[in-house]
Structures are given as structure tokens and as C-alpha cells.
């Protein structure tokens, strides 16, 4: 199983940045998609999630700025950031729940980094 994360960068603070992750198993093996960030020295933070109906959860801190979304054919989960601070600057990773195997999958993490 593979995830592949894209999308990251250096950006100004207050501009958008989105991300992208290609999930290499079949969708329907999935009952969770998501993004965690890990700042140094900090433990990783959920920041978004997408359960297969559709529901969607976010940190408070970045509800309204952040918007998790998927597309089924071509196997990949986004997260579009807007407004970004320079405290969302981490390594974003994202991850799946497979229900079926009971397992979760890790993307390798992509930088963000907001200049203020």
C-alpha cells in the first residue's frame, strides 16, 4: 500500500497552498481519509478527516480555513489550506483507515512552511 503526499511549500502568511495524496488501495476498503501535521517538538496533530459518508471533522484551528475533499477516480484526498499562518507551518501527512484489514496507511509527509 502506498500514499503519496504532494503539494507542499513555502508560502506568505495569508496564501493557500493545496494538497494532494494518492492512495494506492481500492476506495472501497476505506472508511477514513485524513491529514495529521507534526510541527518540531510537537506531538502530530489531527487536522482533518473524511469518513466514507461524507462527514468531515477538523481542528479548531483550522476549521474555516482548511477543506478536506477526495476524488474517487483518481484515488487521491486534498487539502486545500487557505489563509495559512505561519503556525500551520509542519509536515503534513496523510493517512487511510482500511476497515477491511483493520490497518491504517501513513503518507511520507510533505513541508508547508508559512513565512510571516
Known amino acids: 500500500v502506498q500514499l503519496q503526499a504532494s503539494g507542499g511549500g513555502l508560502v506568505q502568511s495569508g496564501g493557500s497552498l493545496r494538497l494532494s495524496c494518492i492512495v494506492s488501495i481500492s476506495r472501497f476498503r476505506i472508511n477514513v481519509m485524513g491529514w495529521f501535521r507534526q510541527s518540531p517538538g510537537k506531538q502530530r496533530e489531527l487536522v482533518a478527516t473524511?469518513?466514507?459518508?461524507?462527514?468531515?471533522n477538523y481542528a479548531d484551528s483550522v476549521k474555516g480555513r482548511f477543506t478536506i475533499s477526495r476524488d474517487d477516480a483518481k484515488n487521491t484526498v486534498y487539502l486545500q489550506m487557505n489563509s495559512l499562518k505561519p503556525e500551520d507551518t509542519a509536515v503534513y501527512y496523510c493517512y487511510v483507515r482500511d476497515y477491511v484489514l483493520d490497518a491504517t496507511y501513513w503518507g511520507q509527509g510533505t513541508l508547508v512552511t508559512v513565512s510571516s
Open positions: 473524511l469518513a466514507d459518508d461524507d462527514s468531515t
